[in-house]
């Protein structure tokens, strides 16, 4: 089976991605290239950055919005006409996001990353654009 590369962007403070079965480190590289189930629920997809991450700037650590932000989470998840059901929803969804996500189960990802040098982007303007 040929192998696939796939370039996913990553704060350059996160940790290295812990090897298969270690604890979780919060390097957030499987969230990042995939959603898990609950993720892919959530963000309504199968590919890509999974919408409930987020990164934690005082830990320096991605972790599961859907454990650490419920409500926020669901408020860019649900559509409008379920918008009310939020508080409700949160509330569970707090409660089972942990197991959903299998929290404390070690590291599930199977994924061999490798860190590249950091994109050089151009400096932004120092004006904004008209």
């Known amino acids: 089976m040929p192998s696939s590369h796939h370039v996913i962007l990553i704060r350059p ?4 991605k812990p090897a298969w079965g270690a604890p979780c480190n919060g390097c957030g590289v499987c969230c990042l290239l995939e959603p898990c189930p609950l993720g892919m629920v959530l963000s309504r997809k199968r590919r890509g ?3 409930a991450l ?3 700037d005082d830990a320096r650590q991605y972790r599961c919005g859907a454990v650490m932000a419920p409500k926020e989470v669901l408020q860019l998840a649900l559509p ?3 918008k009310a059901w939020v508080p409700p929803l949160a509330w ?3 409660r ?3 197991r959903w996500i299998a929290a404390g189960l070690g590291c599930d990802s199977t994924v061999q990353a490798q860190a590249n040098s950091p994109l050089n982007f151009p400096a932004p303007p120092d004006e904004p654009m008209p």
């Open 49 to 51: 950055a999974c919408v």
């Open 92 to 94: 569970v969804l707090a």
């Open 80 to 82: 409008n006409f379920l």
């Open 96 to 98: 089972l996001a942990k």
């Open 54 to 56: 987020r990164w934690q």
């Open 13 to 16: 403070e996160a940790s290295a």
